[in-house]
C-alpha cells in the first residue's frame, strides 16, 4: 500500500516537496494536550552561560552527526567519544518558549529532554515521559542522562540554542520526536515552571554516521531547503495521498461531468449517460478512496479529534451522495403533465455548484492549513498557483456555458410539448377502448 502511495505522489509530481518528519500526540487538536500543568523534572537542572558559541561549533568538520530542520527549530547532533552532543536551535520563525525532543517515533512511550531559557541567563532541562497523549511526567529513572551543555546553548539572538549531552545508544539513525512552544514556563526551577502546550511538533531521522560539513544551523532556512529532496514519511504520505486523490475527485472529474452537463444537453439526447458516468461511475470511486486515506491518517499518528477540516470533509461526502439520488430522481421520476421546469432542477444546479464551491475552500484549507500541521512547512507555491488558476477558470467554464441556456429551456418546452401530445393521445385511446368494450 505504501508503495502504491509512493507512485500516486510521484504522478502527480508532489514526492520531491515532501520531508522526512511528521507531528506526535494528536498535533494542536490533541484534546489531551499539554494545556497550562505543572512541570516535574528529573535530576532537574539549571545551569548558567553567557556563552554565544558559534554554532559552526555544533560538529566539527571532520566529525559524525546530522542536522535536520522544520519550519520553527533545528535538531543537530554529533558524537563526542561516548555521548551525544544535541543542540536544539530556533529557526526564529516565532518567539522561543521552550523546546523538546525525545528518543522514539511517537509521543507515548519516548524518552523526553525539554529545555528552555530563563531570565536570569540560565537553562532548565527536565527528563520525562508520557504514558498516555497527555502531559508527559517525570522520568525518575532515564535509561540515559542528560546534562546541560553550557557551552552550546545560548540565549542571544533570534536563533538561540539549547543543547545537552547524552550517552550514545545503539541506534545509529534514530527517530526523534521534537516539539516547539511559545510560552516560557514561569519558573526556572523545573519541577515548578508551568508550560503550555507546543505549537509545532514532528517526528525526524537523524544520520549519526553522516560525515557533516555543517553550516547549516549558521542559516536555517538553507537547512529547511534542504528538506525538500528527503523522503515522505508514512503519515505524510498518507496525507498528501488523501489530498491528491479528493482534488482529482473534486475539482476535476465532478466539474468535468458539471460542465459536461452543461454543454453537451444541447448537442444529444445522450448527455445524462455521460453526465451520471463521470459524477458517479468514475467519481465515487475515487471520493471512496479519499475517504479511506482519511481514516488511515488518525492510524498512523495524525490528529484523532474532528477538526473543521474534517467536518467540512462528512459535509461534502454526505452532500455528494446526496446529489447522486437527487439526480437520479430527478431523471427517472419525471413530474406528470409538467407545464414548466420543475423546481427539483434548479435545486439540483445549485446544490452542484455548492459542493465545487465547498470543494475549493476544502482544497485551500488542506494545503494551507492541515499539510502543514503535518509536515512543519508551507505546501510549494506552484500548489497555490494552481489552485488560484483553477478557482478561475471552472466557474468562468461553467457560466460561460448559460449562453446555451435559451436553446435548452426551448428544447425542454418541446419536449413537455410533445410528452402532453402523447399523454392526450393515450388517453383518448384509452377512452376510445373503454367505449368499445
Known amino acids: 500500500m505504501i508503495h502504491f502511495f509512493t507512485l500516486l505522489l510521484a504522478l502527480a509530481g508532489l514526492y520531491p516537496f515532501a520531508r522526512a518528519q511528521y507531528e506526535y500526540g494528536g498535533g494542536g487538536g490533541d484534546p489531551n494536550g499539554y494545556g497550562s500543568a ?4 528529573a535530576a532537574p537542572q539549571t545551569s548558567s552561560s553567557a556563552s554565544s558559541t558559534s554554532p559552526s561549533s555544533l560538529i566539527d568538520k571532520t566529525g559524525v552527526g546530522d542536522v535536520k530542520c522544520g519550519k520553527h527549530m533545528c535538531i543537530g547532533a554529533a558524537i563526542k567519544g561516548n555521548n551525544v552532543e544535541y543542540v ?39 527528563q520525562r515521559q508520557a504514558r498516555e497523549r497527555s502531559l508527559p511526567s517525570v522520568d525518575p529513572t532515564p535509561a540515559r542522562r542528560a546534562t546541560v551543555s553550557v557551552d552550546l546553548s545560548s540565549w542571544n539572538g533570534k536563533q538561540p540554542k539549547l543543547a545537552f ?14 516539539a516547539f512552544g511559545t510560552d516560557v514556563p514561569t519558573s526556572a526551577v523545573p519541577d515548578q515552571a508551568m508550560f503550555s502546550q507546543h505549537v509545532s511538533q514532528g517526528v525526524l531521522i537523524l544520520n549519526m554516521n553522516a560525515n557533516t560539513s555543517v553550516s547549516f544551523l549558521e542559516s536555517p532556512a538553507l537547512s529547511l531547503a534542504s528538506n525538500n529532496n528527503q523522503p515522505l514519511t508514512k503519515k505524510e504520505m498518507v496525507v498528501l495521498a488523501h489530498g491528491v486523490v479528493c482534488a482529482i475527485a473534486y475539482l476535476v472529474v465532478m466539474p468535468a461531468g458539471a460542465l459536461l452537463a452543461r454543454y453537451y444537453r444541447t448537442l444529444s439526447p445522450t448527455w445524462f449517460k455521460g453526465h451520471w458516468i463521470v459524477q458517479f461511475g468514475i467519481a465515487s470511486p475515487i471520493v471512496f478512496v479519499g475517504v479511506v486515506l482519511a481514516i488511515t491518517i488518525s492510524r498512523v499518528g495524525g490528529p484523532k479529534t474532528w477538526g473543521t477540516h474534517a467536518q467540512v470533509g462528512v459535509l461534502l461526502f454526505v452532500l ?30 445549485i446544490l452542484g455548484i455548492t459542493i465545487i464551491t465547498l470543494a475549493f475552500y476544502q482544497v485551500r484549507t488542506g494545503y494551507k492549513v492541515e499539510w502543514p ?25 461553467y457560466f460561460g456555458g448559460l449562453c446555451f441556456l435559451r436553446k435548452q429551456y426551448a428544447q425542454e418546452r418541446q419536449a ?13 385511446w384509452s377512452e376510445s377502448k373503454y367505449y368499445r368494450v
Not at 333 to 338: C, D, E, Q
Request: hydrophobic share 45%; charged share 15%.
Open 88 to 126: 536544539m536551535q530556533s529557526t526564529g520563525a516565532e518567539k522561543l518558549g521552550w523546546m523538546a525532543m525525545g528518543f522514539g517515533d511517537s509521543m507515548v512511550g519516548s524518552p523526553m529532554v525539554i529545555m528552555w531559557a530563563n531570565p536570569d541567563r540560565t537553562f532548565s532541562l527536565s
Open 165 to 178: 549531552t547524552i550517552p550514545t545508544g545503539t541506534d545509529m539513525q534514530p527517530n526523534v520526536i521534537w
Open 373 to 397: 500541521s503535518v509536515a512543519d512547512r508551507p505546501a510549494p507555491v506552484p500548489i497555490d498557483v494552481l489552485w488560484h488558476i483553477w478557482v478561475v477558470c471552472i466557474p468562468l467554464a
Open 416 to 428: 413537455r410539448h410533445r410528452a402532453a401530445q402523447e399523454s392526450a393521445k393515450m388517453a383518448t
Open 38 to 41: 505543572s512541570a516535574a523534572a
Open 320 to 349: 455528494y451522495g446526496t446529489q447522486c439520488l437527487f439526480g437520479g430522481v430527478i431523471h427517472f421520476v419525471k413530474p406528470m403533465r409538467a407545464t414548466r421546469r420543475p423546481v427539483q432542477n434548479y435545486a439540483h444546479a
